[in-house]
């Protein structure tokens, strides 16, 4: 069981940044794929970076050269550093934990959510 937790959502200026955090709970934290997603009004759901359990990054064209994945496994704790931000970067963040067993079976997990909004 992991339990996924957000914080650093706020509202902030076009072109400033902020910084969120992903608390996580549990056991084998370091043996899973951490992403972001996010959720604007009337719209789906979208990935916007992963990283693997050995720090391997990927993220959305959108986000490329303005946002930074990472994480700190000591302390349980995945960052998604925004910078540059637009208002078209504004929707709730998720965090995400996902784990496949040998046998193939996918495991996830979703944090409640935090508010980003990008606005003058």
């Known amino acids: 069981q992991v339990q996924l937790v957000e914080s650093g959502g706020g509202l902030v200026q076009p072109g400033g940044s902020l910084r969120l955090s992903c608390a996580a709970s549990g056991s084998i934290f370091n043996r899973y794929t951490m992403g972001w997603y996010r959720q604007a009004p009337g719209k789906e759901r979208e990935l916007v970076a992963t990283?693997?359990?050995?720090?391997?990054?990927n993220y959305a064209d959108s986000v490329k050269g303005r946002f930074t994945i990472s994480r700190d496994n000591a302390k349980n704790t995945v960052y998604l550093q925004m910078s540059s931000l637009k208002p078209e970067d504004t929707a709730v963040y998720y965090c995400?934990?996902?784990?496949?067993?040998?046998?193939?079976?996918?495991?996830?997990?979703w944090g409640q959510g935090t508010q980003v909004t990008v606005s003058s």
């Open positions: 995400n934990a996902g784990y496949v067993s040998g046998w193939g079976r996918k495991t996830e997990y």
């Open positions: 990283i693997t359990s050995v720090g391997s990054t």
